[in-house]
């Protein structure tokens, strides 16, 4: 096995190990790694929820992380270095990098929003002050984390985004573009509605679309795997959770199911997002300030009718099969672990997602 997604799940569950311990469990479990995992590593973003993640996920398998953030963070600060910092000072972050010698700069970056200023200023303009910083300090390999939709870019964050991977694939630097489908916490929205015994909303038949879940930690081990393995360098990467693809009405009906309730949907057309769209950007005409509301409306129906699922070119359809699967971690143990109280769920600002 050439990466280290099995040992992964097994150093997830350890307590942290240093390097040379997570190095001598892999070997001794058959597993070889193409190269040795780095020392140093910087995380932007790690006050995000896959940027946390990965954080925790570098300092478990032994490697130093360091993190520049916009406030403090206890949690961080318990697992490695957080330097305080106002990331949009791209002398900061130079300064800051070249204090160092990171071998991989991290980027979980990404507009809290959405909307189409801040999505310039943090997924394109933050990063592309990253990527020189990096360069100029001479760190070896930068790896952003993206997102599949870019696949087709209709709203200002995914231009933003699709503007850096550009800019990051030209650079010369080592790169790895990872974009992943959906995130346990953007199919999560619905779970206290449905126990609060009202149906769960779906777009047309709920069959729209579909996509193949991934966990916070299945996707931040294979993140960290883009460091040591070869085949993950200079590559943009699609990536899924594992098992099937889910569309909405199956997520209801699992959701249901583990509630032991009759699954019960309220179908919302999309002509309805058609017109709460097209009525805003009207609006913003003339009060500019529900631009932003225009936007979101923009991106809510987006999400409505596009899987997050391999695009193929040829045929202009999104393709399960095509779309790679990692980790160990389903949507239905994730609702499990939510309804049992085992886990809570931080939507955050994405929850329009
Ligand atoms: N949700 C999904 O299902 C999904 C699916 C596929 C891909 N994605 C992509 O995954 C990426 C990360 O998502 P996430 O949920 O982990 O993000 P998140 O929780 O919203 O975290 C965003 C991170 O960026 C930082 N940030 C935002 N604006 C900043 C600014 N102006 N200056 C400095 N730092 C700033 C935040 O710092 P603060 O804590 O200081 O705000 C935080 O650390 C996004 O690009 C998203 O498009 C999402």
């Known amino acids: 096995m050439r990466c280290l997604e099995a040992a992964a799940k097994f150093i997830r569950s350890e307590a942290a190990l240093d390097r040379a311990e997570v190095l001598a469990k892999c070997r001794a479990m058959g597993l070889t790694c193409d190269h040795d995992a780095p020392a140093e590593v910087c995380v932007l973003g790690a006050t995000g929820t896959i940027g946390r993640a990965v954080f925790t996920e570098l300092c478990r398998r032994g490697i130093r992380a360091v993190t520049l953030t916009r406030q403090a963070d206890k949690s961080l600060e318990a697992l490695g270095t957080v330097i305080v910092s106002p990331l949009s000072s791209a002398e900061d972050l130079a300064a800051v990098l070249r204090q160092h010698r990171f071998a991989a700069v991290i980027s979980c970056l990404a507009s809290r929003t959405g909307t189409p200023d801040d999505a310039w200023a943090v997924d394109y303009r933050l990063n592309s002050n990253a990527l020189a910083a990096a360069k100029a300090a001479g760190v070896g390999h930068f790896v952003l984390l993206s997102a599949l939709c870019v696949q087709k870019p209709r709203l200002a964050f995914q231009q933003a985004k699709l503007a850096f991977e550009t800019e990051l694939a030209a650079s010369g630097l080592r790169y790895?573009?990872?974009r992943p489908t959906a995130f346990f916490k953007s199919l999560?929205?619905?779970i206290d509605?449905?126990?609060?015994g009202r149906p769960f909303l779906i777009f047309g038949n709920g069959n729209l679309t579909a996509c193949k879940p991934i966990s916070d930690g299945d996707l931040a081990a294979y993140i960290a795997d883009c460091l040591t393995c070869e085949d993950r360098w200079n590559r943009i990467l699609p990536i899924g959770g594992p098992g099937d693809a889910l569309t909405p009405r199956q997520q209801g009906e699992a959701l249901f199911s583990l509630l032991g309730m009759a699954p019960r949907f309220r179908s919302v057309p999309l002509q309805l997002l058609d017109v709460i769209a097209a009525m805003l950007r009207l609006a913003a005409r003339v009060v500019p300030a529900l631009a932003v509301k225009a936007e979101l409306a923009r991106i809510g129906r987006y999400y409505a009718s596009e899987s997050?699922?391999?695009?193929?070119?040829?045929t202009g359809q999104y393709d399960a099969d095509?779309?790679?699967?990692?980790g160990s971690e389903t949507l239905i143990d994730h609702y499990q672990a939510v309804?049992?109280?085992?886990?809570?769920?931080?939507?955050?600002d994405h929850a329009v997602f």
């Open 176 to 178: 790895s573009i990872v």
């Open 188 to 190: 999560s929205g619905q």
């Open 193 to 196: 509605r449905v126990r609060a």
């Open 308 to 314: 997050m699922l391999v695009l193929d070119p040829a």
């Open 322 to 326: 095509a779309t790679p699967s990692t």
């Open 339 to 348: 309804i049992e109280g085992r886990v809570t769920v931080d939507r955050g």
